[in-house]
């Protein structure tokens, strides 16, 4: 995450390139606590996430992660 004053975010990336639904779990907790900016299908926006997210074949997911 780049430092930008008071107002900066920090996002996790998550990616599935395989064709088979996948479990990410993070080793530090806080690194999957948060909720989905964005997905490759444009339809987990705003879902919450602590722990493990589970990812379909061939997503990818922007985590915004709370503090």
Same mark, same amino acid.
């Given at each position: 995450a780049a430092e930008g004053g008071e107002n900066a975010q920090d996002f #996790?990336?998550?990616l599935n390139l395989g064709h088979q639904a996948e479990v990410f779990t993070p080793v530090?907790? %806080?690194l999957a606590k948060g909720a989905? =900016? #964005?997905s490759t299908f #444009?339809? %987990?926006a $705003?879902?919450?996430v602590? $722990? =493990?997210? %589970?990812l379909r074949p061939n997503e990818g997911v922007i985590i915004r992660l709370s503090s």
């Open positions: #996790l990336v998550v530090k907790p %806080r989905i =900016a #964005l #444009l339809d %987990r $705003g879902e919450q602590e $722990g =493990a997210v %589970r």
